[in-house]
């Protein structure tokens, strides 16, 4: 089973500029994809970025209205997956959650969808200021 810890949340100005972390430990062959989310009171969670960590030679799929702004990448030394987020603005306000999901169904669309996603990590807070 694979253990998912999020850091990096923090409060930042309207148009700077933030990268997370998203650390796994465990049995990391569990899963073959990990995800990024957001998630808003009241609101669904959002499928924000993508990448294959162990398959695909890392390809990466984004949400099309974040894909200027966000770009994910993995470390595999360290078993860490990044999502760098640009031109920040306060409705990017949100808890961000990343996810693994083990699916070999899961295309670019399905891997942006909470239900390919088996094991979560308890999320890091990200405040927009304008």
């Known amino acids: 089973q694979v253990r998912l810890v999020e850091s990096g949340g923090d409060s930042v100005q309207a148009g700077g500029s933030l990268t997370l972390s998203c650390t796994m430990s465990g049995d990391a062959s569990s899963h073959i994809y990990t995800g990024w989310f957001r998630q808003t009171p009241g609101k669904e969670r959002e499928g924000v970025a993508a990448?294959?960590?162990?398959?695909?030679?890392?390809?990466?799929t984004y949400s099309k209205s974040l894909k200027d702004r966000f770009t994910i990448s993995h470390d595999n030394a360290k078993n860490t997956v990044y999502p760098l987020m640009n031109s920040l603005k306060p409705e990017d306000t949100a808890m961000y959650y990343c996810?693994?999901?083990?699916?070999?169904?899961?295309?670019?669309?399905?891997?942006?969808?909470?239900?390919?996603?088996?094991?979560w990590g308890n999320g890091t807070l990200v405040t927009i200021s304008s």
């Open positions: 996810a693994a999901g083990s699916s070999r169904l899961a295309g670019n669309a399905e891997a942006l969808l909470p239900s390919y996603y088996h094991t």
């Open positions: 990448i294959w960590t162990w398959s695909r030679h890392g390809g990466t």
